[in-house]
């Protein structure tokens, strides 16, 4: 990979984000209703409503709105929240923290269990075992994130069982086990279609890559079958994996506002939902560019890791 291509990779990221910004504001300057009218309340007079537009800056041209919050963005200031009355920086900052504290969890969780379970389903190819995990996979694909919470919910959070918390935030650092507790069921909803997802994509690469000439050649050496698995097939597998990984990531933000809403999860997707419904622009725009910054940052961090792992792959 060259220093080249990083450049326009990071060059491309910023015309992204700059495109973003606008779509952004554009969206939010549309939306229906006064800020300072629900601020202030319907029942506001005219001229306490004119007198927080001007202090807000809504009684200037859009244009002069949109440049001023680019350039508020480049100084590192987002504003203040306007239901709030916090800075933006602060309240969309503790939320990102436990955003990507549940993100984080369920990620490495469906990591740490897709790649072995494809690995296996491809090296079990036509038994009993593949089969039950192509079953997995078809069943965690076909089930929303509202349902699987709804059903989890119900058998392991209901009053009668009680096993694990319907909701709730317990921060890691305070108390791990309490964080585990109560992470448990949203980063199972979060991970279970991503695991399906990404375990077929394992299995059928590895198959792919198991029936492959070098691999042959690997084992007419005399290599024996976990060196073969451990030091050929399974790092040309990876590869693709990766790559769906980092599309997911995009499913991942999506079904982030789903989860947190449902259990209560003081985050990203709970801020944004909340800052819909009160038209608290500030909040909504530094959300959405947020999630859109950490988005295109994860497809350059996806291609690094790819050129990493198959060195077959370069970039002119």
């Known amino acids: 990979m060259t220093r080249g291509y990083l450049i326009r990779r990071l060059l491309a990221i910023f015309l992204v984000l700059a495109i973003v ?4 504001f554009a969206i939010t300057t549309v939306l229906p209703g006064n800020a300072a009218i629900m601020i202030l309340g319907e029942y506001a007079t005219p001229d306490a409503v004119a007198a927080l537009e001007r202090q807000l800056n809504l009684d200037q041209p859009w244009y002069m709105q949109y440049f001023n919050w680019v350039a508020g963005i480049l100084r590192g200031d987002l504003g203040m929240s306007l239901r709030l009355s916090l800075p933006v920086s602060q309240v969309v900052g503790e939320a990102f923290l436990n955003s990507a504290l549940l993100g984080a969890t369920a990620l490495v969780a469906v990591t740490v269990i897709a790649i072995p379970l494809g690995a296996l ?10 089969l039950a995990i192509g079953l997995f996979s078809y069943l965690g694909t076909a089930l929303p994130e509202f349902v699987t919470a709804t059903l989890l919910l119900v058998f392991l959070a209901a009053p009668n069982s009680g096993i694990f918390p319907a909701g709730g ?5 305070g108390n791990i086990g309490g964080f585990a507790y109560h992470v448990a069921l949203p980063a199972f909803t979060l991970g279970l279609i991503l695991l399906a997802h990404i375990s077929r994509q ?13 691999i042959r050649a690997a084992r007419l050496k005399g290599l024996t079958e976990r060196r073969v698995i451990r ?3 399974l790092p040309n ?3 693709p994996a990766v790559a769906v990984i980092s599309l997911d990531i995009g499913y991942l933000l999506g079904g982030i506002i789903v989860v947190e809403e449902i259990f209560a999860w003081p985050g990203l997707g709970r801020l944004l939902m909340y800052a819909l419904e009160n038209r608290d622009l500030p ?7 947020l999630l859109a910054g950490v988005y295109a940052l994860s497809n350059l961090i996806s291609d690094i890791v790819i050129a990493m792992l198959d060195p077959r792959v370069r970039y002119a």
């Open 21 to 24: 910004t606008f779509a952004v």
């Open 121 to 130: 389903a491809a090296l079990k190819r036509g038994t009993a075992v593949d």
């Open 169 to 173: 935030f317990v921060a890691p650092w």
């Open 202 to 214: 394992v299995r059928s690469e590895m198959a792919e890559v198991l029936s492959s000439d070098y």
């Open 231 to 233: 030091r050929h097939a």
């Open 237 to 239: 597998s990876l590869a």
């Open 283 to 289: 909040v909504i725009q530094a959300v959405t560019l």
